[in-house]
């Protein structure tokens, strides 16, 4: 690290409400001596709101290589500077990569300072599984590429989330309609935080037809959400003799060479022999060995 450097602060931005940003984050934006902006007028309303008066430069997808290289030569000469997006926080479907990047490599600290995202924000409240889930950024911007994107996505087991625009959210959900099964549990978050914030969980059927017959739900930003396919029950696969026989291994074995005695002696497929296991240790409450 180098000590006589400044630091890069990457500083969450209310995504709509402006009382959602942290005390911390007022007082860095405070103290930095230049603050990076992916919309200079944008970022002002939230500075003027908290009485902020630190410069501000533009640093957005246009310029950002240009710019991230400036702005690592102030670094270099011990300036303190802030990285802000539009909203949210930097970096999750906004500019700021290359800069971060470059200050990293050059040895530079960076430094993150939490606070709102969108993504998070809709998932929190989307009452779908949230241990494991992908976040996709934007949508494709034509149908045939979104489609190509749902099906990619069809077989996951995972929640995943993707942004969207007012102008495609209808276009998207039919596409999705085409591809994915119409009682795909899905949730669509729009305006979250602002006044007009609406979060409705539904049936993907159900979902395009409110889209459609609703204008004010073709309006404002979107979080869409949509559940992961059912897994499949690969236990089904394997018979009542290979289950009692990989009952019988996992007494005195791990799972792992249980399983892989039970494939020896039984024939059946691995996968399904691990799934078994690990169901079989899910019902004694895990009182197995691993």
Same mark, same amino acid.
């Given at each position: 690290?180098?000590?006589?450097?400044?630091?890069?602060?990457?500083?969450?931005?209310?995504?709509? %409400?402006?009382?959602?940003? +942290?005390?911390?984050?007022? @007082?860095? *934006? #405070?103290?930095?001596?230049? &603050? =990076?902006?992916?919309?200079?007028?944008?970022?002002?309303?939230?500075?003027?709101?908290?009485?902020?008066?630190?410069?501000?430069?533009?640093?957005?997808?246009? %310029?950002?290589?240009?710019? +991230?290289?400036?702005?690592? @030569?102030? *670094? #270099?000469?011990?300036?303190? &500077? =802030?990285?802000?997006?539009?909203?949210?926080?930097?970096?999750?479907?906004?500019?700021?990569?290359?800069?971060?990047?470059?200050?990293?490599?050059?040895?530079?600290?960076?430094?993150?300072?939490?606070?709102?995202?969108?993504?998070?924000?809709?998932?929190?409240?989307?009452?779908?599984?949230?241990?494991?889930?992908?976040?996709?950024?934007?949508?494709?911007?034509?149908?045939?590429?979104?489609?190509?994107?749902?099906?990619?996505?069809?077989?996951?087991?995972?929640?995943?989330?993707?942004?969207?625009?007012?102008?495609?959210?209808?276009?998207?959900?039919?596409?999705?309609?085409?591809?994915?099964?119409?009682?795909?549990?899905?949730?669509?978050?729009?305006?979250?935080?602002?006044?007009?914030?609406?979060?409705?969980?539904?049936?993907?059927?159900?979902?395009?037809?409110?889209?459609?017959?609703?204008?004010?739900?073709?309006?404002?930003?979107?979080?869409?959400?949509?559940?992961?396919?059912?897994?499949?029950?690969?236990?089904?696969?394997?018979?009542?003799?290979?289950?009692?026989?990989?009952?019988?291994?996992?007494?005195?074995?791990?799972?792992?060479?249980?399983?892989?005695?039970?494939?020896?002696?039984?024939?059946?497929?691995?996968?399904?022999?691990?799934?078994?296991?690990?169901?079989?240790?899910?019902?004694?409450?895990?009182?197995?060995?691993?």
């Amino acid at each position: 690290m180098i000590s006589e450097c400044g630091k890069l602060y990457v500083v969450a931005t209310p995504i709509g %409400n402006l009382g959602d940003i +942290s005390y911390r984050a007022v @007082e860095t *934006l #405070r103290r930095v001596d230049l &603050i =990076a902006a992916e919309d200079t007028r944008h970022i002002k309303t939230l500075l003027q709101h908290y009485g902020i008066n630190q410069k501000v430069i533009s640093l957005h997808q246009h %310029n950002e290589e240009r710019a +991230s290289a400036d702005l690592l @030569e102030k *670094l #270099r000469a011990g300036l303190s &500077i =802030a990285l802000v997006s539009d909203a949210g926080t930097p970096l999750v479907s906004d500019p700021g990569m290359p800069l971060v990047r470059m200050v990293r490599d050059a040895g530079i600290e960076v430094s993150p300072l939490p606070g709102a995202c969108a993504l998070i924000a809709a998932l929190s409240a989307a009452g779908l599984p949230t241990a494991r889930f992908t976040f996709e950024g934007f949508a494709p911007r034509t149908s045939a590429e979104r489609k190509s994107f749902f099906k990619a996505k069809a077989a996951s087991p995972d929640t995943w989330i993707f942004y969207e625009s007012c102008h495609r959210v209808l276009a998207s959900l039919r596409d999705m309609g085409e591809v994915l099964p119409k009682d795909r549990q899905i949730v669509i978050a729009r305006e979250l935080t602002k006044l007009h914030e609406t979060i409705v969980k539904t049936t993907l059927a159900e979902a395009q037809a409110l889209v459609e017959t609703d204008p004010n739900m073709q309006k404002g930003e979107f979080v869409i959400i949509v559940e992961g396919a059912p897994k499949e029950d690969l236990r089904a696969e394997i018979s009542a003799e290979q289950q009692r026989v990989l009952e019988i291994l996992l007494q005195d074995c791990s799972v792992s060479t249980a399983v892989a005695l039970a494939v020896e002696i039984t024939g059946a497929r691995k996968k399904a022999l691990y799934q078994a296991a690990l169901a079989i240790g899910s019902e004694k409450g895990g009182n197995w060995r691993s």
